[in-house]
């Protein structure tokens, strides 16, 4: 089974209706992030945590709420979703520490029509 | 605030020929860098990692890469290209503690046969 898990993996929307990405985690790490990847832009962080009483900002945080339910779960949520936000989303994990690799899930493709 | 700038969103390399791709980093410290490939419809993998060890990096699939203070560089480098080496990779770095990841925006590895 994988680490990180997202769901849905795929998901067609239209402008104006709240859509929550779910993301989950089998590794025992305390931090956990959402970022969006565009075409010539990258990664973007959108809000990170470092544990489940952490929630972070990030570059891109507008127009986006997130949960931490708990350690292995972390919800990303579009509250009025507009067709800029049609993008490939990343949860990932890492156990902090030096280096701290970051562990990435399979990708959210959001589609807002 | 860290940055990360890769030099050229695409490049392309003759199967069997050296691959280099490049990636200089902006830090008043030497942080933490990383070199990850993401494959076709998927997240992103770790490649290597420097974490203020020895300079030359060793990683999967065999990648290196060289931290070079003085160049504020590090480049990823492979001496003989395979048609699987196709993917795009990112550069990344992060400052001690608490501090989160900047990625660079991709280079796109093409290989031709």
């Known amino acids: 089974d994988a680490d990180v898990t997202q769901t849905p993996r795929n998901r067609i929307t239209k402008t104006g209706k709240r859509i929550m990405l779910e993301c989950s985690q089998t590794k025992g790490h305390d931090r956990m992030y959402w970022y969006r990847q565009d075409p010539g832009l990258g990664l973007r962080l959108i809000y990170y945590?470092?544990?489940?009483?952490?929630?972070n900002k990030g570059e891109i945080s507008d127009g986006y709420s997130v949960s931490r339910q708990a350690q292995a779960k972390f919800s990303l949520s579009l509250e009025s979703a507009i067709p800029n936000q049609t993008a490939l989303y990343f949860c990932?994990?890492?156990?902090?520490?030096?280096?701290?690799?970051?562990?990435f899930g399979p990708g959210t493709r959001l589609t807002v029509l | 605030a860290q940055s990360v700038t890769q030099l050229g969103s695409h490049v392309s390399v003759s199967e069997g020929a050296l691959v280099l791709l490049r990636c200089n980093y902006s830090?008043?410290?030497?942080?933490?860098l990383f070199w990850y490939v993401q494959y076709p419809n998927q997240g992103l993998q770790l490649l290597l990692k420097?974490?203020?060890?020895?300079?030359l990096v060793k990683g999967i699939n065999g990648f290196e890469a060289e931290f070079k203070k003085s160049e504020t560089s590090f480049h990823l480098t492979k001496p003989s290209a395979h048609m699987s080496d196709a993917a795009e990779y990112f550069c990344?770095?992060?400052?001690?503690?608490?501090?989160?990841?900047?990625f660079g925006t991709g280079t796109k590895l093409q290989v031709i046969p």
């Open positions: 990344a770095a992060r400052g001690g503690g608490y501090q989160k990841v900047t």
């Open positions: 830090s008043s410290v030497p942080p933490y």
């Open positions: 990932a994990t890492s156990p902090g520490g030096a280096g701290d690799t970051q562990y």
């Open positions: 945590s470092f544990d489940v009483k952490d929630i």
């Open positions: 420097y974490t203020s060890a020895a300079t």
